[in-house]
């Protein structure tokens, strides 16, 4: 069996399972948000009665991350919905956006928009704060309300995006009826050259299949070049499979996994014991393929999806607006601590915009020095718009005030993991996807630049 045939048999209680097979399959964590909390509370309480009980109350994580940081009433009360929720059912996993339990959320805009506006349990974009907080474990079920859920299959789980019917369901019953996928193999070899990132490989494989490529089927990524990334690396591509329409995607379990899973669920106090699943010698795969990453250059997906697959190098010609960093996929500490190198004594020439994923990313950035400035302060001083409210932001568009979001047909290099027509706000506004360090090149040009070019 694959990596995923052989979780989903544990988690269906059976000795295997086939591609194709129904199973019913036991949920470790179910996931929501703030745009799908509510709609899957209404649910779960029309279907098991308004007095019902969660399966599991440690099961449960709701961390609201999408429209947080905006004015507009009805996302701030979808925040105060999911906190009476919390309340009514004991929830001990719910990351409030401020830390009174009987309070109500109203962001101020009168404060603006840079400056932090949340609790101490406020945890940011979802998909990176699950790990951050020890809800990632190796050979777990995890479901969420959210397509990029299959992000946390990076720690060697499987990871998949559901529905508010199905979140409703799970809620109740701790199960969900899966139909196994069939599991692409992509091997990875070698490893990453400078200026080449994590981002590049996902773009290239999205490229080469398509963005509707591995539509319910599991990406599989293994091979030494996989061992070779960090696990912010592997988090960025697992991330992605959902734009080749991936059910799931999904690393083998090494040491890096099992150091940071140790160490953040000790951290948090989550539960602590897990156990992997490893390959097998008769793995069955749909299709195979082998991707050198020495050979992988700077890679850009066009507007207006994300399999619009082109190098950087062949781009240059294609001026830009706006340059964006952030987001489950482009804003982690190391997404910005590339981004950072690139601009450190530089200065970009377009409005660009930096939105950490987290609030610990955050503090990792505003305290890790180079000489006598913070990686937060390189970023500032190359011209940076840098918010310390972290979050989804306009990764999604979001109301019309939301921290960066396009309101008007603008060209925008991003890091973030979606453009399809509108994603970022405006209808007509062309987003293209890139690495950390591809942006970075970009909005020191006002052109779209391959990163090594920059190299010295
Ligand atoms: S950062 Fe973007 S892709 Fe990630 S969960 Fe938020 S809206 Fe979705």
Known sequence: MTLTEKLLAR???K?????????WVNADVLMTHDVCGPGTIGVFKREFGEDAKVWDSQKVVIIPDHYIFTADSRSN???DILRDFANEQKLPY??????DPEGK??????????????????AGVCHAALPQKGHTRPGEV???TDSHTCMAGAFNQFATGIGNTDAGFVMGTGKLLIKVPETMRFRLEGKL?????AKDVILHVIGEIGFDGATYRAMQFDGEGARSLSMDDRMTIANMAIEAGGKNGIFEFDEKTQALVDERTKLNGTKSDYQPVEPDADQSFIYESVIDLDKLEPTVACHPDPGQRKKASELESVELDRAYVGSCTGGKTSDFVEFAKFLNGKKVVIDTFGVPATPEIVDDLQTQMWNDKSVWQVLQDAGVQMTENAGCSACLGGPVDTFGRMNTPLKCISATNRNFPGRMGHKESQVFLASPATVAASAITGRITDPRTLLS
């Open 77 to 79: 009360r979808n925040v």
């Open 105 to 122: 959320w109203q962001f101020d805009a009168s404060q603006g928009t840079l400056k932090r506006q949340y609790g101490t349990r406020y």
């Open 15 to 23: 000795a295997s399972v086939a591609a194709g097979e129904n199973v």
């Open 94 to 99: 719910f990351y409030d956006v401020i830390d």
């Open 11 to 13: 988690a269906a209680g």
């Open 193 to 197: 050259a400078p200026g080449v990132m």
């Open 142 to 144: 995890l479901f969420g």
